[in-house]
C-alpha cells in the first residue's frame, strides 16, 4: 500500500513539473515576443508624437527641481502652455521613481534611457504581474497561466485600455497607465486575501497607497472593484470583520497619499477643465456601441481572428457552469465595469450616483472591463483544460497547452506586426530628424537668444508642414521644439493650465498676440508669410527663423475692470473674448477674483503706467523671475506665466499680493519709481507637512509586527482580567 502510495506520488510529482513547465513556457512566450518587439522603445532615442513627451518632460523636471533644491512633488513646469505646476495636480510616483532610480545609479545610464528602460520593462514583465495575482485570487494555476499568457495580447481601436496601443511611440503614451495596470491587478489580489482570509492587511495598504499617487482614477476604479470584493461572499459572521478590514486598509491609505489628493482637491478650481475635450472621453459610448464591440471582438481583437473573444465567451460559460468562487468574482467585476463603461447616456441620473462624477471619464473605464476579462479569459483556458481531461494526463496537457498556443497565434503575430511597424517608424523619424542639419541650426541658434517663447505653428495651420518631410504622421517641430526643453507656444499635450485652451485661438498675423504671449520667436517654412513687424534671423533653404516684437516677459498694463466669477465655465469665454479682442493690443486687462461664490463687478477701471513703463532688466528661470521695473505712477505689472496662488512676489524685498488677470496671468501692483520685482513659484505649504505624516505612517505600517493585532488581542485581554480581577477584590 506504502509503495503504490509513493509511486502515485511520484506520479502526481511528474505530472505537476511537467504541467507547470507547460504553463511556463505558455506565459514566456508573449514575453518573448514583447521582448524582441519592443526594444525600439529602449533602444532609439526619438521625439515622442504623445503624451510620453509630456511625461519625460515630467522627469526631467522633477530632475531639475531636484538639483536646484526645489520640492520635487510641486514644482513649476514651464515649457508648454504658458507653465503649470504639473505634480500639485497629477499622480507623480512614477515618474519620481525614475527619477530615483538615476540617483541610485549615479547618472551611468541618462535620464531619458532610464524612463524607457522603466517603460520597456514594464510592458514586458505584465504577464508575471497577471499570474501572481490571479493565484492571490485563489484562481488555480492553469486560469491564472492562461489570463497572463492573453493579458498583454489585447488589441483595440485606441480604446486607451490595457491594448499596447495605449502605450507605445505610435500609440498614446499613456505612462502612468502601464503602472496602474500592474498595480490594480495587484490591489485586487491584497485586497481578495484581506477581506476573504483576514491577511495581508500591511501589503494592501501600501500597494493601495503606492496605486493612489501612480494614478488616481484607477484607484478610485480598485475602490468600486472593493466594494465588489467586499460583498462578495459576505455573511453574518464575516460582515464585522470585513467591513473593519476594509476600513482600516481605507483609512491608512488615504491617509498616507493625503499629500497627493488634498492639495488637489482645495486647488482643483486652477486645473483646466477643456471645454474642447472630445464628448465620448466625458460620457463614453453607449451600451449600443459597446456591446457591438464586445460581440464582434473589437473590444479584445481589433483587425484580427477574435481569439481572446473566444477565449472571453468560454470563460464566461465557465463561470456559470463551474461556479468557482473567483471566477463568478471575475464574470461580476466585468459585468460592472461594462454597464460602467456604458457611460453617462444609458446610465443616465445613475451616473450622479457615483461619488465625483462630474470629473470621471467615463471612457477610460474600459479598464476596468479589460482587468474583469484577462481573469475570464484565464477561465476559460482553464475550462479548456478540463474539456481535455488534462488532470494526470501528461498528453492531453500538452495537446491543451499546443490548443492554447496555436489559437494565441493570431493574437501573437498581430501584436509583434504593431509592434515591429512601431520600431520602423521609430527609425525613419529619428532618421528624418537626424538628417536635417537645418532644424538643428536654428534650435542652436535659439540657445544662444535671450530667453522668450518659440512658435512653430499649430495643427491647423502651416505647422503641419513642418514635419522633418516623414511620410507618415509623425514628431512635428512643435512636438520637437518641446522635448528640446523650450517655452513654447504649441498645440496643448495635456493642456493642465487655464491658458492652454486659448493657444488655439493663436493668430501669428497679429502683433499684439506676440506680446500678449511672449513669443519672441518662430520657426516657419520660408514660404510662409508675415508681417513686417517680424525680423528675419536667420534663412535656410527649407525654414526661417523670425523675431517677433515682445514688451518682455513683464509689463504695466491698465485694468478695464475687477470682476468675481464663480466658474470655469463663465471664466473662459470671457478670456477666449479678451484674447481675441483689442485688449492685448491697448494693454488693457480684466482683473479677476477667481474662483468667487457670486458673480460680481467688484470695482472699476485702474489707470495704466503714463508713458507705458520700461523694463529694464528680466531675468526668466524655471519657476523665478526677476525685473527690474520702472513707471512714474502706481500701476499694474503682468508676469506673461499662468496664474497660480502659489506665486509669491515681493518688490524690492518687500512682500506683495499677487492676483489673477486675462487671460489668466499673474499680476501684482508695483509703486511709482524704479523696482526690482521677484516672482517665484513656492510649493503648496500643505505639501510637505502632508508628505511627511505620509511618509511616517507608511513607514510605521511596513515595520510593524505581523503579529500586532494577535499582541493587540492579548493585551486587551489581559487587561479585561485584571479589571475583572480588582473588581472582585
Avoid at 515622442?48 to 526645489?70: I, T
Avoid at 482637491?265 to 449600443?288: C, D, H, I, T, W
Avoid at 523650450?486 to 493657444?503: E, I, Y
Amino acid at each position: 500500500m506504502t509503495d503504490r502510495f509513493r509511486g502515485l506520488r511520484s506520479v502526481l510529482a511528474d505530472y505537476l513539473v511537467v504541467r507547470n513547465t507547460a504553463l511556463a513556457l505558455l506565459v514566456a512566450l508573449p514575453m518573448s515576443v514583447h521582448a524582441i518587439g519592443l526594444l525600439p522603445e529602449l533602444t532609439l532615442r526619438v521625439p515622442n508624437v504623445n503624451d510620453d513627451a509630456e511625461h519625460l518632460l515630467f522627469v526631467q523636471g522633477a530632475s531639475d527641481a531636484l538639483a536646484r533644491g526645489e520640492n520635487v512633488v510641486d514644482f513649476w513646469v514651464p515649457e508648454m502652455d504658458e507653465g503649470f505646476p504639473e505634480f500639485l495636480y497629477y499622480q507623480n510616483l512614477p515618474h519620481l521613481a525614475v527619477v530615483a532610480l538615476h540617483r541610485a545609479l549615479l547618472g551611468t545610464i541618462d535620464l531619458t534611457t532610464v524612463f524607457n528602460l522603466v517603460r520597456y520593462l514594464l510592458l514586458v514583465l505584465f504577464p508575471i504581474t497577471v499570474f501572481w495575482s490571479m493565484r492571490g485570487m485563489d484562481f488555480d494555476p492553469v486560469a491564472a497561466a492562461v489570463g497572463a499568457a492573453a493579458s498583454s495580447l489585447i488589441a483595440t481601436n485606441y480604446l486607451y485600455g490595457f491594448d499596447y496601443e495605449s502605450y507605445l511611440w505610435r500609440g498614446f503614451g499613456l505612462y502612468t497607465q502601464i503602472w496602474a495596470m500592474h498595480l490594480s491587478f495587484i490591489t485586487l489580489a491584497c485586497l481578495w486575501r484581506l477581506l476573504k482570509y483576514g491577511s495581508g492587511l500591511r501589503r494592501t495598504v501600501v500597494v493601495l497607497s503606492v496605486l493612489a499617487v501612480s494614478h488616481l482614477l484607477y484607484a478610485y476604479m480598485m475602490v468600486v472593484s472593493a466594494a465588489v470584493i467586499l460583498v462578495w461572499g459576505v455573511n453574518r459572521s464575516n460582515v464585522r470583520a470585513r467591513i473593519g478590514h476594509l476600513a482600516a486598509a481605507g483609512v491608512l491609505a488615504l491617509t498616507i497619499t493625503t499629500w497627493m489628493w488634498l492639495p488637489y482637491v482645495l486647488e482643483r478650481a486652477f486645473l483646466n477643465a477643456s471645454p474642447y475635450l472630445l464628448q465620448e472621453k466625458y460620457a463614453s459610448y453607449g451600451a449600443g456601441t459597446i456591446l457591438g464591440w464586445l460581440f464582434t471582438g473589437e473590444l479584445t481583437d481589433h483587425g484580427r481572428l477574435p481569439v481572446l473573444a473566444a477565449l472571453l465567451a468560454i470563460g464566461v460559460a465557465g463561470a456559470v457552469v463551474r461556479r468557482a468562487p473567483s471566477a463568478l468574482f471575475a464574470l461580476a467585476l466585468f459585468a460592472i465595469w461594462l454597464v460602467l463603461y456604458f457611460g453617462r447616456a444609458t446610465l443616465g441620473p445613475l451616473a450622479m450616483l457615483l461619488p465625483l462624477q462630474e470629473t470621471l471619464l467615463f471612457h477610460r473605464f474600459i479598464g476596468g472591463v479589460h482587468i474583469a476579462a484577462i481573469m475570464l479569459m484565464g477561465v476559460g483556458g482553464a475550462a479548456i483544460f478540463g474539456l481535455l481531461r488534462t488532470r494526470t494526463s501528461l498528453p492531453r496537457t500538452g495537446l491543451a497547452v499546443a490548443a492554447i498556443a496555436i489559437a494565441l497565434a493570431p493574437a501573437l503575430k498581430d501584436r509583434y506586426t504593431f509592434e515591429e511597424t512601431n520600431g520602423i517608424w521609430m527609425r525613419q523619424t529619428q532618421a528624418a530628424i537626424d538628417a536635417d542639419a537645418e532644424m538643428r541650426s536654428l534650435v542652436a541658434a535659439l540657445r544662444e537668444l535671450p530667453a522668450g517663447r518659440v512658435y512653430a505653428g499649430l495643427r491647423s495651420n502651416w505647422g503641419e508642414r513642418l514635419d522633418f518631410a516623414i511620410p507618415f504622421r509623425s514628431v512635428h517641430a512643435y512636438q520637437y521644439l518641446v522635448t528640446e526643453r523650450f517655452r513654447m507656444l504649441a498645440p496643448p499635450f495635456g493642456g493642465a493650465s487655464l491658458n492652454s485652451d486659448l493657444q488655439f485661438d493663436f493668430n501669428d498675423q497679429s502683433e499684439a498676440q506676440y506680446d500678449l504671449y511672449n513669443v519672441r520667436y518662430v520657426i516657419a517654412p520660408r514660404d510662409v508669410s508675415f508681417p513686417s513687424f517680424m525680423r528675419v534671423l536667420q534663412t535656410t533653404a527649407r525654414y526661417t527663423l523670425y523675431a517677433a516684437p515682445s514688451s518682455g516677459h513683464a509689463e504695466f498694463v491698465a485694468l478695464t475692470g475687477r470682476e468675481s466669477v464663480t466658474t470655469q465655465a463663465k471664466l473662459f469665454p470671457r478670456n477666449r473674448a479678451f484674447v481675441n479682442g483689442s485688449g492685448p493690443g491697448e494693454r488693457a486687462y480684466l482683473r479677476w477674483n477667481y474662483p468667487a461664490p457670486v458673480d460680481s463687478v467688484v470695482s472699476g477701471p485702474v489707470a495704466g503706467c503714463a508713458n507705458g513703463g520700461e523694463l529694464h532688466y528680466e531675468r526668466i528661470q524655471p519657476s523665478r523671475f526677476d525685473f527690474l521695473t520702472s513707471c512714474p505712477g502706481a500701476a499694474t505689472l503682468v508676469i506673461k506665466e499662468t496664474f497660480h496662488p502659489n506665486w509669491r512676489a515681493t518688490v524690492d524685498g518687500n512682500p506683495a499680493e499677487t492676483f489673477m488677470v486675462s487671460p489668466s496671468y499673474v499680476g501684482l501692483s508695483v509703486p511709482p519709481g524704479d523696482h526690482f520685482v521677484t516672482v517665484q513659484y513656492r510649493s503648496t505649504p500643505l505639501k510637505t507637512p502632508l508628505l511627511i505624516v505620509g511618509a511616517v505612517l507608511l513607514i510605521a505600517v511596513v515595520a510593524a509586527r505581523r503579529d500586532l493585532p494577535t499582541l493587540v488581542r492579548a493585551r486587551v485581554a489581559s487587561v479585561d482580567r485584571w479589571v475583572r480581577h480588582r473588581a472582585r477584590r
